[in-house]
T-cell receptor, first 108, second 117 residues
């Protein structure tokens, strides 16, 4: 499983865009990049997944450069309810290895 | 769709007793389920992988005789913490692999807070 590195924490304000970058230098050819969100005392929730270029859904966008050694999760116009821990996972297996994640705190 | 439930959501037990946690996939069949443990302010740690009808595969360092996992059907997996001790107090989360969805996507349950006194 590819090792990932992401910031420990990020602060933002309501209405701003939050970008979280994850480094995964040893990503393998078959690996997908997946982001999960976890609120306190809840199980993680799938946010978005991508393999290359850009993926967008109703809650986020995922930008993946051509070398795939990093990826950026973009949360547009965050609200207080987006305060959570965001995990970047890289792999081609159902066995997930969670890193420390990024704690995003959104303030009013 | 793709809802996973856990029961109970919270449990308090005395040291030395056993506790069973249930994980159910409500609207899909889960051939594989996973059990995680999460201590306060820490990330999730995979404990074991269970496949329906076969023995669970435990991660290194996880005592299989202490954490008994049974995956008797395509919608139910159970985790039994035997002879629980205060250090077993943690947040236990299960997840299930579905047949569809994104590659390697897992659906997580809401978690069970275990407190051993």
């Amino acid at each position: 499983l590819a090792k990932t590195t992401q910031p420990i924490s990020m602060d933002s304000y309501e209405g701003q865009e939050v970008n979280i970058t994850c480094s995964h230098n040893n990503i393998a050819t078959n690996d997908y990049i997946t982001w999960y969100q976890q609120f306190p005392s809840q199980g993680p929730r799938f946010i978005i997944q991508g393999y290359k270029t850009k993926v967008t859904n109703e809650v986020a966008s995922l930008f993946i450069p051509a070398d795939r050694k990093s990826s950026t999760l973009s949360l547009p116009r965050v609200s207080l309810s987006d305060t959570a821990v965001y995990y970047c996972l890289v792999g081609d297996d159902y066995k997930l290895s969670f890193g420390a994640g990024t704690t995003v705190t959104v303030r009013a | 769709g793709a809802v996973v439930s856990q029961h109970p959501s919270r449990v308090i037990c005395k040291s030395g007793t056993s506790v069973k946690i249930e994980c159910r996939s409500l609207d899909f069949q889960a051939t594989t389920m996973f059990w995680y443990r999460q201590f306060p302010k820490q990330s999730l740690m995979l404990m074991a992988t269970s496949n329906e009808g076969s023995k669970a595969t435990y991660e290194q360092g996880v005592e299989k005789d202490k954490f008994l996992i049974n995956h008797a059907s395509l919608t139910l997996s159970t985790l039994t913490v035997t002879s629980a001790h205060p250090e077993d107090s943690s947040f236990y989360i299960c997840s299930a692999r579905g047949a569809g969805g994104f590659p390697y996507e897992q659906y997580f349950g809401p978690g069970t807070r275990l407190t051993v006194t």
